[in-house]
């Protein structure tokens, strides 16, 4: 097995005056300390955590700086992302030194591109989305086109969601549940869920469901989907609100689930298949996520790194009234 991941929830950290730049940083090297990076790397984490943080109060007065620790291979990376609804701007202007929007020195972006192994951005009138994912030095080749952004509803002790992929050689395996409701009761069905999932995550989707439901009895139950691809064919299967999406430049193609609850009333799925589906965007969420949005709406957003496209969306359409998940993977041709 090359990767295997049972996603966490994304810290957001509200950033709308100066003490809160302080605490992104922390927030990023709390994770880099815990993904083992030493003092040097947490350093460059500590560096980009301030740089993003800073440029969103001052170009756009507030905004959000989202971290998370991600897998990557044969290693563990940190993911920062700051989230704005400014005005945006334009990424090749703002990368050269000196180059300001708001009257300093313009040194943030050109800083963050120097330390991080990926970074990416999106920007248009709604707002701005910038990417940067740091591994240990000498690592350049670690990361995943993957993205996920997860989030509880707020003053909830725990999240009812969740999500997990895996990747061995060619195939890769998806996996996205939403426990019935939110908070404690929906945080036991959704741990059930992964917990049976981890054992056999490559399994074909429609075995792996009935070993899901069984895992997940007991509990309130949930949605569930799960995605597997292997050599451009993708198969997938859900059940419940778990929405589901193959992206493309020319436009969509829906994923269908079925009705029911896995874990308390859940039938055999019927699977679908997709031949063809390399190079497209596979995107998943839970219905914490509005489902009326169009990523023809965000011109040229589909070719960017699919965890600014997880990010716009959160950023959105996020109903504000329940857990939300979104992934996004790209499926290459060798996954």
Known sequence: MDVICRGGETAV????????????????????????????????????????????????????IHVAAVPGRGARGVEIVAVDRGPGFNLADCLPDGYSTGGTRGEGLGAVQRQAQVMDMYADARGAVVLARLYARGLGDADIPFGATQTRLRDEPACGDGWGFAISGGEACVLV????????????????????????????????????????SGTRGGAVALARYEEGLLRYAGI????????????????????????????????????????????????????????????????????????????????????????????????
């Not at 009234?321 to 993977?329: E, Y």
Request: include cysteine.
């Open 177 to 216: 549940v939403d426990g019935l409701g939110h908070g404690p009761s929906a945080n036991e069905a959704a741990t059930a869920c992964i917990d049976a999932w981890q054992a056999q995550p490559l399994a074909d989707p429609v075995g792996l469901m009935a070993v899901l439901d069984d895992a997940m």
């Open 240 to 335: 419940g609100n778990i929405a589901g999406s193959l992206q493309t430049l020319e436009g969509s193609r829906g994923l269908a689930s079925h009705p029911g609850i896995v874990g308390v009333q859940a039938r055999r799925p019927q699977p679908f298949d997709f031949p063809g589906s390399a190079g497209k965007l596979l995107l998943m969420h839970s219905d914490g996520l509005q489902s009326r949005w169009s990523l023809r709406d965000y011109p040229g957003l589909v070719n960017r790194h699919p965890a600014v496209a997880t990010a716009v969306l959160h950023r959105d359409f996020n109903r504000g009234r329940d857990d939300v998940t979104v992934f996004a993977l790209r499926l290459e041709a060798r996954a």
């Open 13 to 64: 950290v509200p950033v709308e005056e100066p003490s809160q730049v302080g605490q992104a940083r922390r927030v990023a090297t709390q994770v880099a300390a815990a993904c083992g990076f030493d003092d040097t790397d947490t350093g460059r984490v500590a560096l980009v955590a301030t740089e993003l943080a800073t440029n969103v109060l001052k170009h756009a007065q507030r905004g959000e």
